[in-house]
């Protein structure tokens, strides 16, 4: 049968995302803020240097194009770790292309002159700079100033031939006209990339829409530059839990770079999760990346930032593709018996295991029924009996919760012991 008629999928009744490659400057591109924004998380341990070496080496891996590498202006230790992976990434002839975050300070941008020269490849500034009403009340900042400041920085960093992504901060919750005054001067100034940012998780897909609908047809129009020609970046976190959905609502509607995080580790609820995002989009056929290595970033990036991994994360948590449940581990093990690992993926699962270098496990608990207890025991090279299997249903039903190995093998020595 053809796999196609097996699944009925009512996420493509909607025509699919059309995307005029003429009107952008590249495909959709992906920036990893893992190693900037994301160890600006409470919890976050900042990895040490060889550490963030194997992060970058897995988003290499992915096919992420672009990676922040840090905050210079936090000092001469994070200039340090910089300088070393800008080194790691020459020396492997790295695709994937550096930025930093700066603050609109001439001081800020200075490391990255040096780094440049040394390392002989550029190195994007993502400077960021507050907009919205709040901040600018908060910091007692008029737009003039905002302006003064927002010029003499990208000033600075195009006469030293440092590409500049121009970042407005709590862009979601801006002025039109504050929004539209500080990216034009910008983009005058010749900033070719702009980054919309949702920084406190204050808006929702619908405003995510709304908003790049502003950029595309009044902003960019106006500062006199084609759309092709600006490349248009999305940042987004999750205080209200929408930074998928907003970072999916951001591609269907034009941005060029999607940021995120690893696990979606960050500040207060964290940034949008680039893992599920990446998820997302692979299986809505927009992205063609090898994502096989994807639960390993995301391991050792659990290990080595200590953010949380909590069981029934999606597709990386320990639960993701393991099930109990004797009706779903049936249906599963039934599509295992017929050899075909397409339908063993699918029959219980909105995600393919194996497209993501996981695969489905059948356990033994409390909700289980015979066909998981025999499974388990032909996955384990055990042989079975009539008498087994009814002592592990048995032992199964009295728990609480599901069996871990170890008590599955006691409860099989009980048995042998016992016969």
Request: overall charge negative; proline content about 5%.
């Given at each position: ?9 009512w996420n ?5 995302l059309q ?6 400057p ?16 409470p ?14 080496d ?17 000092g ?8 070393s992976?800008l080194g790691?990434m ?5 695709s994937i ?30 400077a960021?700079l507050?907009?919205?009403p709040i ?23 195009i006469?030293?031939?440092?590409p500049v ?5 709590d862009t ?8 539209k ?6 983009i ?5 990339r702009i ?9 929702t897909?619908?405003?995510?829409r709304n ?16 759309r ?18 907003n ?10 770079v ?5 696990l ?12 599920q ?8 056929g927009v992205?063609?990346n090898?994502l096989t ?36 581990a ?19 699962s909105?995600v393919?295991a194996?497209d993501?270098?996981l ?12 066909s ?12 079975e009996s009539?008498?087994l ?14 069996m871990?190995?170890?008590e599955i093998f ?6 042998k012991?016992?016969?």
């Amino acid at each position: 049968m053809d796999e196609r008629e097996l699944i009925y999928d009512w996420n493509k009744i909607k025509p699919e995302l059309q995307r005029d490659s003429g009107k952008h400057p590249h495909p959709i591109w992906f920036d990893d803020e893992t190693l900037r924004d994301g160890l600006q998380s409470p919890s976050a341990r900042n990895p040490t240097i060889e550490q963030k070496i194997e992060l970058l080496d897995c988003m290499e891996g992915l096919g992420i194009q672009k990676v922040d590498l840090g905050l210079p202006g936090a000092g001469p230790y994070h200039v340090e770790h910089i300088d070393s992976m800008l080194g790691h990434m020459g020396e492997n002839d790295y695709s994937i292309r550096p930025g930093c975050a700066v603050r609109t300070l001439v001081s800020d941008i200075e490391p990255l002159v040096d780094l440049q020269a040394k390392h002989e490849r550029q190195i994007q500034a993502s400077a960021f700079l507050g907009t919205s009403p709040i901040r600018q009340y908060a910091e007692n900042w008029t737009m003039d100033k905002i302006m003064k400041t927002a010029e003499k920085a990208v000033d600075f960093a195009i006469d030293n031939d440092i590409p500049v992504m121009f970042v407005t901060e709590d862009t979601t919750r801006s002025r039109p006209e504050d929004i539209k005054a500080v990216y034009t001067r910008a983009i005058e100034l010749g900033a070719d990339r702009i980054c919309i940012c949702d920084t406190c998780g204050h808006v929702t897909p619908n405003g995510v829409r709304n908003l790049m609908s502003f950029i595309e047809q009044e902003v960019i129009p106006d500062s006199g530059a084609k759309r092709r020609d600006i490349e248009v970046n999305w940042h987004g976190h999750q205080d209200r839990g929408l930074g998928v959905a907003n970072n999916l609502a951001a591609v269907e509607s034009g941005a060029d770079v999607i940021h995120g995080t690893a696990l979606g580790v960050g500040e207060r609820s964290g940034n949008a999760p680039i893992d599920q995002t990446l998820v997302n989009l692979s299986l809505m056929g927009v992205i063609s990346n090898d994502l096989t290595g994807l639960n390993n970033y995301m391991k050792k990036a659990n290990e080595y930032i200590e953010v949380p991994l909590p069981r029934n994360y999606p597709i990386f948590g320990d639960d993701a593709f393991e099930t109990g449940t004797g009706v779903h581990a049936s249906a599963v093990i039934k599509a295992m018996k017929k050899g075909d690992d397409w339908l063993a993926d699918r029959v219980y699962s909105g995600v393919p295991a194996g497209d993501f270098g996981l695969h489905q496990v059948i356990r033994i608990g409390h909700m289980s029924g015979r066909s998981n207890i025999i499974h388990w025991l032909n996955q384990n090279g055990i042989e079975e009996s009539s008498s087994l299997v009814d002592h592990l249903f048995n032992v199964a039903k009295s728990q609480r919760r599901l069996m871990t190995e170890e008590e599955i093998f006691s409860a099989i020595k009980t048995h042998k012991e016992a016969v």
